[in-house]
């Protein structure tokens, strides 16, 4: 363990799950971790950030681009193959410390030959556009080996072909593979080109359809090492650009150089990485390591270098979920990045800046004003997400559902991803660079979209889907409720900082928007909206109208009327839809987002309530449990949900169909909400009126957890034991900070250390047996 | 034809239809027309209008009394059965002029043995308690026949058992079978009695646990005649009543009469009721026989004695549809009883006032003030309709409809018929009675229901279903919305009635409901209350919002994608839902409420775009599109729809299951459909303040239609043909009535007569091909 994820033996049962497992990725691209003998039966691929196609009325999805890794060994006429061939070990990790994947296999080939090959990877953090790859191989007896390494533009395609007129070409020793997606017409370019470490040896070349490969035979000499090194190129370019000579000069470039040289350059930046957001935890290494591969997986995806891409809710491990970003970034990844690296939060939430035009399309298109955020967001901004997401088991029949039409909250998490990130940073121009437009956009939406109850003299939000999709069509989910009554906040707020600070950019906002009227609407909207309250005599929040007449069924039961296992629970005639059984966190989501408008009887009332009704059918949840259960001091709850977050990926035991749909890929929204469960749970961290609270309450064996986090441009170092809390301001930072240990309020200058003792939670366990 | 359905031979298949086909009743109980040997297997039912049980979680349904009629054959030791014995002939025939049912066969027993047996029966018109039953016989040959008559308490339960605790008794030669209802404790009893018309024969009592017999042995002489003649007495009661000393004495009396002399009572009312209510057609036998038959089916079913019962949608004819009164009477059945008998329309409406507890059960159950009536309503005004109400044939599993939660038009329904009955009468006692208190607590709750949207300054009807039930939980629902002003106005217009002429009356309620308010608010809304307008380009209206964007498929094709032949199109995973198919007439039935507030221009373009698109899924349909057909000349299309509305029942080729849900039975909408399609279509007539308008435009090939109606308590007699029509104001009329005949405005004083000639409608078939 450590910092290295490992396997040995080969099981082809897990060849799908292991391409998650062992991801690598720069934010880019992502590559999944396949061996580079696989092609896509295997579900190779090397996937673009922020590139997607359409095809016909298929799905439109991510474009995966030929594999530039793609080497196979031919041994007396027959290619090694861990499926085919015999061999005696295999043997493979992924090193997430500096982002490289090793195998090493042993192959028995005629007679006694031991056949054994390794190799190294990585996808350089350094040059977004290239992967590196060394390959090593010896025998045990003198044979002849054919190496065939090239580019295979035969990729895995759920909804494709997305790639048509290949073109394929050798200049310099560097061969090419170029290709035209079908809706777009934008031109993706794979260049390699190979470097023996010791030897040259004589090519031919082999050219297929979509495909193009040196051959190269070698008469191995027993025990000798053979070695080379690929530098592949995969870039995108635009109708015009030339993609295929910046590809093939990244390549020669790189070739100049050499691959340590670029591994050197690659884990420098990883080093940086890890300092400014590993998190150490003492005592649990189990915990330890499944929160920094969480981390790991965070880092792979997230985008650096442009803030025209976010992260889709499977990251970049393939075209599943249309490679689509969902509400998962701003409510469940953002926190790591906005308290680790604020530069890439930014990216994320001015992602929602530049979609906005499809946002508002999106609301015109339902007849409301305002912008009605796509529930699955491409490049465009334009919803990817289709009228009949989920096929019917019973009748192979598209199914009609609302996520597209009635998830409305995800206007309200667009926004306040970017109000998050101005409260963390107190960096207003993400608000004229458009932020305040996103707010202002998402809050007369709200208004566009919500009713006038006379009788009852409020506004009501009628007729969504809150995060438990099981319910759709609600009215009045809290949840909901909560996050309309927030934008409308955040606007008024926003339209105040602009008037108080950049009078001229308030003033021009208000004029193209035609916003002075809205203005008032919010204000009167603000004061009439119905918020859902705690029951008196229960405590329990309901969660949208009518839930608590629902049938009252426990999970097990209902579980026993299910007919066929991929059936989707949710939808018109899913067997959750008419029962208390919800998804995923929804009023308990809230209880952790305004978790300072809670009481402690509040959100007990509800965790206990909702929590045995809860199927965990998303990802998103279990961390959402863990950070309440921490929050009112159950702590086994909140140490038993943070691993099921935690253990996500490595295990690969998450739901992998819905219906007949594959939903398979990583799973960046628990990645990140492991990581809100360490730092926000169990440190406890929130932020309020710009003093960083800490309420710690650490899992027990856990002796203690240290990590950074950066407020308002100033670095902190924070550890936490059983008994003390010690924060330490670097020395470049620029003035004081006002942190609130337990119920003790301190100020603590540049450079300067503190240490305070607190007094942990009172530790009730509630249901816990 | 003439007034006879006949049918000769016997079918199997046809035992079920005919049940219907021949049904006899008197509106206190219904027969189905089942053999008198038959039972439970053939559906033999005598069914109590009004009367309700309930076993567990079961369906409340009607109480079918165990059958007085039931009468075998045993001839040399086997019972004569057509299904299992050889018969000669088999002929049955229902005489709609007098209400009576003939049977008569002739089984070959053994050697060359030909056993006649006839029957006639009847329901008394006069006293509602009995049925009356003749019985003879006679074979070719001698032999030796025992005859088993007496009283089956094994009955037809859809959702029974509803009869326990049987009891049986013999007193004076008259046998009698109490049982009591499961709910309730209801006790319903049979008594029978025979008197053989020419000799007297010993017989044997035969008792089981549910039935008591006579068993009369009978050594029958060649060519001899036996008769004889059952009175049977079906009679509920409250615990503590004596409904068996009733049921008996009932017989008794009737013994000391004779079967003629019931006859005779009986036809004598039948002939009044025809005086009233029958329309006579020249010039086309199909269209006089299957509207004559509508009508009779609407005589036997209609409530003569009680206001606190109305007419279910299955008429008298089993425990189909949970014997619920629904729509149906209001807006296709009432019309009929309206224009030619109102005290029976006046029964039907103030069943309403005494179900408003219920409709107020109902509204506060749902969170709302005013009164919100029951979708499916039985005696207590309580919803039947269970919100599992069809189950899906994919899975078996109950599929969650909303019916008894949105389609909230059912109030303004309620209101209607009451409103109907004071304009046609004005007769103001009916809302002194409790009318005008169910019209102003409908116009409250829809004030209670509804939404305001601020930015488009109206009122909305949020989440119903209309009529089209393909398409539930919509908003804005042209016709739900017409339907929910005209409540408004109704509502505010019967209040300045009380004002005007009952003062008293007029403050109690306005304290008593504590109105003040809700005046004002109504008024309000009444103002501001959004109404679907017809496009403008189309000048078609929309059904419900966002209706247009919905998929606009044939129905040729929708059907293709049918796999299961009783799979419900509606509901959650409906193949109807997301498509513009509608199950029935909806827009176009707003068109049809609200004539004069629509061009012909209008009229034609939604009868022409919804048309196609209409699966007539519903019986209600047909009579509808016939209606607006005559309305905008396509007379070959009125015709058609009026003549599959006028013989659903003699085809008996209506949807028979919906899921795995029978549905069968007599389709009195429909009937009364027939009755408008005639009336208020082909003559065109409607009310419009006060006056008669006529408009003729009879089918090609009718020679004249004459028929009576009544308007505030006066009758008048009318005969239209293609040129003339001619009216007269009967001699016992008491003041002046205004008439219209096309756009020609004549007085008629009482005694009087008038011709007019009109210009009939200019004809344009359409879509004819």
Chains 1, 2 share one sequence.
């Not at 049962?13 to 580079?36: C, D, P, Q, S």
């Amino acid at each position: 363990m450590g910092w290295i994820v490992e396997e040995a033996g080969f099981d082809p049962e897990r060849v799908t799950t292991n391409g998650n497992k062992f991801m690598l990725g720069n934010g880019a691209i992502g590559y999944r971790g396949t061996l580079e003998e696989f092609t896509k039966d295997q579900l190779t691929a090397c996937t673009f950030a922020g590139l997607y196609d359409k095809v016909g009325d298929q799905w439109r999805e991510p474009i995966n681009a030929p594999n530039g890794l793609s080497t196979r060994f031919i041994v007396d006429g027959e290619q090694l193959s861990l499926f085919s061939s015999e061999y005696e070990s295999h043997h493979q990790s992924l090193n997430i410390e500096n982002a490289t994947f090793q195998r090493s296999t042993v192959y028995v080939a005629s007679g006694d030959n031991r056949i054994t090959v390794k190799s190294q990877r990585f996808v350089s953090m350094k040059h977004l556009d290239l992967i590196l790859m060394r390959v090593q191989f010896h025998s045990s007896e003198d044979c002849e080996v054919t190496v065939q390494t090239g580019i295979d533009g035969d990729v895995w395609d759920i909804n494709g072909p997305h790639l048509e007129n290949y073109e394929s070409l050798k200049r310099d020793g560097v061969i090419g593979l170029s290709a035209v997606t079908h809706e777009l017409h934008k031109t993706v370019c794979v260049a390699e080109g190979i470097v023996w470490e010791e030897n040259q040896f004589p090519e031919n070349d082999v050219r297929g359809a979509d495909t193009i490969y040196r051959s190269i035979p070698i008469s191995c000499k027993a025990g000798t090492t053979y070695s080379f090194v690929k530098y592949v190129a995969v870039i995108s370019g635009e109708q015009g650009d030339s993609p295929m000579e910046s590809a093939l000069s990244s390549v020669k470039a790189a070739m100049n150089t050499s691959y340590e040289y670029q591994l050197d350059r690659h884990e420098l930046l990883w080093k940086r990485r890890w300092e400014l957001t590993d998190v150490v935890i003492e005592g649990d290494k189990e915990a330890q390591f499944a929160l920094r591969y969480s981390i790991y997986q965070l880092q792979i995806i997230a985008p650096t270098h442009s803030e025209r891409v976010s992260i889709p809710a499977r990251g970049l491990s393939g075209q599943v979920y249309k490679g689509a970003v969902f509400w998962d970034t701003e409510m469940f990844m953002l926190p790591f990045f906005l308290y680790t690296q604020p530069d890439i939060a930014r990216n994320l939430v001015m992602y929602r800046v530049h979609t906005l035009e499809g946002a508002r399309r999106k609301a015109a298109e339902y007849g409301y004003r305002g912008a009605y955020y796509a529930w699955e967001s491409q490049d465009s901004g334009d919803d990817a997400c289709t009228l009949f997401n989920i096929t019917d088991v019973f009748t192979n029949r598209p199914m009609r559902t609302y996520f597209r039409d009635k998830q409305v909250h995800i206007s309200a998490d667009a926004a306040y991803g970017i109000w998050q990130y101005y409260e963390f940073t107190g960096d207003e121009t993400v608000l004229l660079d458009g932020g305040a437009e996103v707010i202002l956009e998402c809050a007369r939406f709200y208004y566009s979209y919500s009713y006038y109850k006379e009788e009852k003299r409020r506004y009501e939000v009628l007729d969504v889907t809150g995060p438990d999709e099981y319910h759709e069509r609600v009215n009045n989910n809290a949840f909901t409720n909560a996050l309309v009554k927030m934008t409308l906040e955040m606007a008024l707020k926003c339209l105040d900082i602009l008037k108080m600070n950049h009078r001229k950019a308030y003033d021009a906002l208000i004029e193209r928007l035609d916003f002075a009227e809205d203005q008032h609407n919010l204000s009167r909207m603000l004061q009439g909206l119905y918020m859902p309250q705690p029951d008196p005599l229960t405590s329990v929040i309901e969660q949208f109208d009518g839930y608590m007449r629902l049938e009252d069924v426990d999970q097990k039961t209902l579980k026993s009327r299910i007919l066929n296992k991929n059936e989707y629970l949710g939808g018109g005639n899913g067997l959750a839809t008419t029962t208390q059984i919800l998804k995923q966190a929804d009023v308990v989501l809230m209880l952790h987002l305004f978790k300072n408008l809670y009481s402690q009887e509040v959100k007990k009332a509800n965790w206990e309530y909702y929590e045995p009704r809860t199927e965990h059918g998303s990802s998103l949840s279990s961390c959402i449990y863990a950070l309440v259960a921490s929050d009112i001091g159950y702590a086994d709850w909140a140490y038993r949900y943070f691993m099921r977050t935690a253990t996500i990926d490595l295990t690969g035991e998450s739901k992998q169909y819905v219906g007949t749909l594959y939903i398979g890929g990583t799973h960046p929204a628990a990645n990140g909400g492991a990581w809100m469960a360490v730092i926000l749970g169990f440190a406890g961290i929130h932020m309020d009126q710009g003093r960083v609270c800490l309420n710690p309450s650490l899992p027990g064996g856990w002796d203690s957890i240290t990590f950074a986090i950066q407020i308002k441009g100033q670095r902190f170092r924070l550890s936490i034991n059983d008994i003390e809390a010690s924060i330490h301001s670097e020395i470049g930072n620029h003035s004081a900070q006002a942190f609130v240990i337990g119920t003790e309020e301190r100020t603590l200058e540049p450079g300067n250390g503190l240490s305070s003792r607190y007094i942990g939670k009172e530790r009730g366990d509630g249901l816990v047996g």
